[in-house]
């Protein structure tokens, strides 16, 4: 199948600073990418939606300002937390959509992101 | 409202099948995925049904109807490295994926 890249795998920043999560489809073109924020066996949580070339739709409860989301060409979105604190740690997980593939509208993820926030 | 359905934790025995049902409600319809989690990990694609009838891809099939709103995900010759989440999601209208709780599923020997 295609393959999304995420990098970093692992992040450990100082609170108060910020940090970027990049997400890219190395094999397709992503007309939309997905971020997913997920704690310790819990679920799956959107966090928004990002469509090459326009601003990110958020879901409700989603601090637009603190997570800034930029999909500045087909193959790439960044993910940036700002001004993290510990609670921000989490798994950040990235998704694209390959609305071009054999399957069509396909969803593959990315390797996932552990932050850690001291 | 939208919803999807899945057990919560099935058991089941090396070298025996399993079969993960899904049912689903979402405001239009796009396909229907599953996915394989292993814990710490990121999601891994398994499959995509959009059409109804069986998809077999080695020792995993799905199924989909979509007039009853149901899928399953068959594992024939369960391995222990198997034992995992599997998640159910569909697709909405928007492509945006709904997703299920997720079934963590035990392997024993």
């Known amino acids: 199948g295609a393959v999304v890249s995420q990098h970093p795998s692992w992040v450990i920043c100082k609170s108060g600073t910020s940090v970027k999560i990049e997400c890219r489809s190395l094999?397709?073109?992503?007309?939309?990418m997905f971020w997913y924020r997920q704690f310790p066996k819990q679920s799956l949580m959107l966090m928004a939606t990002?469509?090459?070339?326009?601003?990110?739709?958020?879901e409700q409860g989603v601090e637009k300002d603190k997570f800034l989301i930029n999909h500045a060409s087909l193959t790439l979105s960044t993910l940036t937390v700002t001004s993290a604190h510990p609670e921000d740690s989490s798994f950040y997980i990235c998704?694209?959509?390959?609305?071009?593939?054999?399957?069509?509208?396909?969803?593959?993820f990315g390797e996932g992101s552990w932050l850690t926030v001291v | 409202g939208q919803n999807i359905d899945q057990p919560t934790e099935m058991t089941a025995t090396e070298g025996a099948i399993v079969q993960i049902n899904c049912t689903y409600q979402t405001s239009g319809f796009n396909g229907l995925f599953w996915y394989q989690q292993h814990a710490g990990e990121a999601p891994t694609f398994l499959s995509y049904n959009v059409l109804d009838g069986l998809e077999e891809k080695g020792r995993f099939s799905s199924f989909l109807s979509r007039s009853k709103g149901y899928s399953y995900l068959l594992l024939k010759e369960l391995q222990m490295k198997d034992s995992a989440s599997y998640l159910c999601?569909?697709?909405?209208?928007?492509?945006?994926?709904?997703w299920g709780a997720g079934t963590k599923l035990i392997i024993k020997p």
């Open positions: 094999d397709f073109q992503a007309t939309t």
């Open positions: 990002s469509n090459e070339g326009s601003k990110a739709t958020y």
């Open positions: 999601a569909s697709m909405d209208s928007n492509y945006q994926l709904i």
């Open positions: 998704s694209a959509r390959d609305g071009e593939g054999v399957a069509g509208n396909t969803i593959y």
